[in-house]
C-alpha cells in the first residue's frame, strides 16, 4: 500500500493549506500521518475521513477553502451539489422510519437515474460508516455516505435528499431526532469532500434549512436546494 501514500507537499496542494501549518498538526497528532524513512507520508483514506470530521465545525470561509481546494470534472457550472441531485433523486416526503429503510430508500431514490448499479454494497457500506461516526447534526439534518469512493457500484456521483414526516433516531448528538437526509455518493475523493464542504456551507445559510423542512413536495425541496446552491456560487 505504500505507493498510495502522498507526501507533505502533495497534502498540502491538495488541501490549499499551508505546508508548515500541516506539519505542526501531524508532529502534534492533530492529523493522520506516518514516519516513513524519516519523512511524513499521508493516507488518502485517513485523511478524507479526518477532514470529514473537521469540516462539521467548519465556519462558512473555512468550508469555502476546502471548497477551492477541490477539483471534479464531474461538477457542472461550478455547481457541487446541483450537478449530482436531480428531480427524480428528491423525495418529499420519505416512508422510512427507521434508519436502515431511510438508508434504503434513499439508495432506491438514487437508483431511479439507473447510475446506482450494486446498492447492496452501497447500503453496506454506508452502513458501516454510520457504525463508526453517525452522519445526523443537531439542527436535524443528516449527510449519510460512504467512508470511500466507490467508483465500481456508481455510473457517476450521485445525491439524493429526502426528508420524513417525522425524526427518525440516527445517532445525531445529544439524541436529536432527524428528518432531512442528503445520501452522497461520489466516485472520488476530490468529489466527494468538495459536495460535502458546499452542503456544510448551504445548511450554515440564514433560514435554508427552515425553508427546505417547510417544503411540502419533492419539487420545490429541489428548487430550494438548487437555489442555495446556485446562491453560493455566485457570491464566491
Known sequence: MAHEFITLE??????GRDRRDLEKQV???????????GQWRFHPAEITQWLEMEMRGYNDVELLEVEEAQVSAE??????????????????PMEGKTKRSV????????????????PAAILSAVQERESVIPTG??????????????????????????RTQSGIAFGAPKRQLTDMFFLVLCRDSRTHLLVLARLGRMLQLPGFIDE?????????????ICQADNRLTEEA
Open 75 to 92: 461538477v457542472e457550472g461550478g455547481l457541487p451539489v446541483s450537478s449530482f441531485l436531480y428531480p427524480e433523486t428528491t423525495q418529499v
Open 103 to 118: 438508508l434504503e430508500e434513499l439508495i432506491e431514490v438514487a437508483g431511479r437515474t439507473w447510475q446506482v448499479w450494486e
Open 10 to 15: 502533495q497534502l498540502a496542494e491538495q488541501l
Open 137 to 162: 447534526y443537531e439542527n436535524g439534518v443528516a449527510i449519510p455516505h460512504p467512508r470511500t469512493p466507490m467508483a465500481d457500484a456508481l455510473g457517476e456521483s450521485m445525491i439524493s435528499y429526502g
Open 212 to 224: 427546505l423542512r417547510e417544503a411540502e413536495d419533492s419539487r420545490t425541496s429541489y428548487e430550494i
Open 27 to 37: 508532529s502534534r497528532g492533530r492529523l493522520p500521518g506516518h514516519r516513513v524513512e
